[in-house]
């Protein structure tokens, strides 16, 4: 594909709204997370999610290591956050609020919903890997999520009461 292709496949994928959230893991260097919209549910029974990285991130090794990972669901006043971890030296969580779980996975307070994850199985595809994983507990909180559409932050729409 050109380019300008390239950039219109962005673009025109960009027409699928999504949630934010901040996949975190327990690196070789310490608490590791990244900013990531390609969660999707897989199945109920048994629990199971997945979610992208690609293949040129700099922490992809930690994710492909990683026993254990949680996705955060980022809440309607997190955006700092997520441009935090969308930032290359996102595995500096100096500043940065979170608490440990029993598989030392950094978890961020605040959030609208957590899923805690065992790592199930890692498919290479494309320039990306897909990381399926296992739900081991989740647990949601109320308030409106962070919304990404078109490339932009956006806020839920509420109809008029
Ligand atoms: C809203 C949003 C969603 C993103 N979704 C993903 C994703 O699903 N997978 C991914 O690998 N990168 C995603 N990124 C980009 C990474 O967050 C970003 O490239 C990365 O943190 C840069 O640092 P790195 O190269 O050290 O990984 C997303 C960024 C934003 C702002």
Known sequence: ???????????????????????????TGGPCGITANSLSSVSLEPPLLLWNIAKVSNSLQAYLDAEYFAINILSAEQQALSHHFAQSDHTLFHNIDFELNANDVPLLPGTVACFECRTQQIHDCGDHYIIVGAVQSFRSDDGDPLLFFGGKYVAIAKPAE
């Open 1 to 27: 594909m050109t380019e300008k292709e390239i950039r219109d496949l962005r673009q025109c994928l960009g027409k699928f709204a999504t949630g934010v959230a901040v996949v975190t893991c327990h690196g």
